[in-house]
């Protein structure tokens, strides 16, 4: 029993041993070539896979697929409108990426300042408790280094 591949039902002719479409549009999906017949046509469709090696023919019947539902979604841009929409998104998370590297890197010279601030204060009290510890000395029993 020799069921028709759904290119061969939607055109309503035989399907042939031999036909180019069978291996990538089966009975059960309509729909598939339908959508790529509306937007290219069957004659260039079957013109195209015959040019193909073997091996591309089933990714270009995907890509071909892919491409007429976006034409039929949109008609004015199809796959274009996507990849532009795609192309926004990625400049939107870039820019998003950016402004928060930026705001780390101000985070964290805040912190690097306040941090060697507090250092500096730190050493300042420090100093100046050393300070007092030895101001009961007075002049006289301080060392000198010979610097004056």
């Given at each position: 029993?020799?069921?028709?591949?759904a290119?061969?039902?939607y055109?309503?002719?035989?399907?042939?041993?031999?036909?180019?479409?069978?291996?990538y549009?089966?009975p059960?999906?309509?729909?598939?070539?339908?959508s790529?017949?509306r937007?290219?046509g069957?004659?260039?469709?079957a013109?195209?896979?015959?040019?193909l090696?073997?091996?591309?023919r089933?990714?270009?019947?995907?890509?071909?697929?892919?491409?007429?539902?976006?034409?039929?979604q949109?008609?004015?841009?199809?796959c274009?409108g996507?990849?532009?929409?795609?192309?926004q998104?990625i400049?939107?998370a870039?820019?998003k990426?950016a402004?928060t590297?930026?705001?780390?890197a101000?985070?964290?010279?805040?912190n690097?300042?306040?941090?060697?601030?507090e250092?500096e204060?730190?050493?300042?009290?420090l100093l100046h408790?050393?300070?007092?510890?030895?101001?009961?000395?007075?002049?006289?029993?301080?060392?000198?280094f010979?610097f004056?």
């Amino acid at each position: 029993m020799n069921t028709r591949c759904a290119a061969c039902k939607y055109l309503r002719r035989r399907c042939p041993s031999d036909c180019i479409f069978s291996p990538y549009f089966p009975p059960h999906d309509p729909q598939r070539f339908a959508s790529i017949h509306r937007i290219y046509g069957a004659s260039n469709v079957a013109r195209m896979l015959q040019q193909l090696p073997v091996n591309q023919r089933a990714a270009t019947v995907d890509c071909l697929y892919y491409e007429a539902q976006c034409r039929v979604q949109d008609p004015v841009c199809g796959c274009v409108g996507v990849i532009s929409l795609l192309y926004q998104e990625i400049h939107n998370a870039e820019t998003k990426l950016a402004k928060t590297k930026a705001q780390i890197a101000l985070f964290v010279d805040s912190n690097s300042a306040r941090e060697d601030f507090e250092v500096e204060s730190d050493l300042n009290v420090l100093l100046h408790e050393e300070g007092n510890e030895f101001a009961h000395l007075g002049p006289s029993n301080q060392v000198s280094f010979g610097f004056t």
